[in-house]
């Protein structure tokens, strides 16, 4: 399956993408953890990345569009796969079709998790409490959610255009959540 994970920040992305993995095991394509670890790394890409990061804003797509074409050319995605947290804007979407339309490998679905923002702010700032992220102060939690909505949810439309979006309920526990994500999957792969 080749799929696209698409949720707002403090919506329950992260967990879920860790469940759709362990069940259906495509290759977790995470361009966030892809950009910590170059961070950690101090490569160029990584120091690069940092100031748009630690502020809630994205990094260029260019630099995104650049990782995720020679990630995707590597063998292990060849069978299937799950973006999460790419594509984050329309000119990303835009070079991510252009990719798979040249290798004729079009997405199977859009998952879209929806979560209400005051609900969103609310978890945010309870993990910034509990984990001190440097990308969790309030001011850049703002921010992060304010990116979202103006760069990342018109991809929604996008998506929808071409058929491809499932939304669904983020509210509920982690399993009930779960379960709405894999009635899509599901029937999907049917
Ligand atoms: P995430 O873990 O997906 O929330 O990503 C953490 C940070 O990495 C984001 O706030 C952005 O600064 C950057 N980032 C991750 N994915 C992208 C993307 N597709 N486009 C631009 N920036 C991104």
């Avoid at 399956?1 to 879920?16: D, H, L, Y």
Wanted: hydrophobic share 35%; with cysteine.
């Amino acid at each position: 399956m080749r799929i696209v994970f698409i949720g707002p920040p403090g919506s329950g992305k992260g967990t879920q993408a860790v469940n759709i993995i362990k069940k259906y095991k495509p290759v977790h394509l995470s361009t966030g953890d892809m950009l910590r670890a170059a961070r950690a790394a101090k490569t160029e890409i990584g120091l690069q990345a940092d100031k748009y990061m630690s502020s809630g804003q994205l990094v260029p797509d260019d630099v995104i569009v650049g990782i995720i074409s020679e990630r995707l050319k590597q063998e292990d995605c060849q069978a299937g796969y799950l973006l999460d947290g790419f594509p984050r804007t329309i000119a990303q979407a835009e070079a991510l079709d252009k990719m798979l339309a040249e290798k004729k490998t079009p997405l199977d679905a859009v998952l879209e998790l929806q979560v209400p923002d005051d609900e969103l702010f609310r978890r945010l700032a309870e993990r910034a409490e509990k984990e001190g992220r440097s990308d969790d102060t309030p001011e850049v939690i703002k921010n992060r959610l304010k990116v979202y909505n103006e760069q990342t949810s018109p991809l929604l439309a996008y998506y929808g255009k071409k058929n491809l979006l499932k939304s669904f309920n983020g509210l509920g526990t982690v399993e009930e959540v779960f379960a709405r994500i894999e009635t899509i999957l599901d029937s999907l792969q049917k």
